[in-house]
């Protein structure tokens, strides 16, 4: 029986419970919420070694990289919860894994069949390690995009209670941080490694093609702002752009640059 349907239940239902708790004082709905999120995260992991041990791709076509890349940011998030007690930003995490976990029910299956390429051990550990940084990097954009929301509220003086449910700027700010500094080394290690696996697989370590410019531009942007962050002090507001506009960088190359250029782990089944 496919209980891929389960999944984004568990994140639908973790989004009402969030929202609910955006219109009352109790921290019930948002507790409950949270705790939807490991459910589904949990849910996701036995889904994902089930088909790893089915000897299945776990990313080939555009509905399992969504389907991975919303487990990578639930881990991700969970784990900013547990070190910084940010669960509020589930407010804004759990919709967007729901919506990246949809595909995965409503696409067809059977339309990309899997590169034979995509078996060597080395590849998909190169794409678990990118998506895990991305991942890291989204919960950054999360809290970029509250930094600066909360920001303009305070300067206008208009604190209201939703405001008053949110980390502190400082918080987020750490956060951003935090995640710049463990994401950036991930991302790095990632690309290293798809760097040395095309080598062994085509021959080159690098073709030039869309998505490895565009990863190679990703990197580079968030090399910028670990350099700022470091050598400059960037911080706060400056800090809240820079993962806003990394994370516009990581959707452009998952949708549109995916979209024009299908990628050399997947083949399309003619009609």
């Not at 463990?182 to 798809?194: D, E, M, N, Q, R």
């Not at 531009?217 to 400056?238: D, I, P």
Request: positive net charge; aromatic residues 16%; charged residues 15%.
């Amino acid at each position: 029986m496919n209980f891929y349907w389960t999944i984004p239940l568990f994140y639908l239902a973790s989004t009402l419970l969030y929202w609910t708790h955006l219109w009352t004082q109790s921290p019930r709905p948002s507790k409950l919420g949270y705790y939807l999120i490991v459910i589904g995260a949990l849910a996701q992991t036995i889904i994902l070694v089930k088909v790893f041990m089915m000897d299945k791709p776990v990313f080939t076509g555009i509905e399992r990289s969504l389907f991975l890349f919303a487990w990578f940011i639930a881990i991700a998030f969970i784990a900013s919860d547990l070190k910084l007690k940010v669960s509020v930003l589930g407010t804004f995490v759990a919709p967007l894994i729901f919506l990246l976990t949809v595909p995965i029910i409503i696409i067809p299956h059977g339309i990309i069949e899997a590169n034979p390429s995509i078996r060597n051990p080395w590849i998909l550990l190169h794409v678990m390690i990118v998506f895990l940084g991305e991942a890291i990097f989204t919960v950054a954009f999360v809290a970029g995009f509250l930094y600066i929301f909360q920001e303009r509220r305070l300067k206008s003086k208009r604190i209201g209670s939703f405001l008053m449910k949110l980390p502190s700027l400082t918080r987020l700010d750490r956060l951003n941080h935090l995640c710049l500094l463990i994401g950036f080394p991930i991302l790095t290690v990632g690309l290293a490694l798809g760097v040395l696996s095309a080598k062994q697989i085509w021959g080159v370590f690098w073709k030039w093609d869309y998505k490895e410019v565009w990863a190679l531009g990703t990197w580079f942007l968030f090399g910028v702002l670990m350099h700022g962050r470091l050598m400059f002090s960037w911080k706060g507001r400056r800090a809240a752009v820079g993962a806003i506009l990394g994370f516009a960088v990581i959707i452009a190359t998952m949708f549109v640059i995916s979209y024009l250029t299908p990628g050399k782990y997947e083949v399309v089944v003619p009609n």
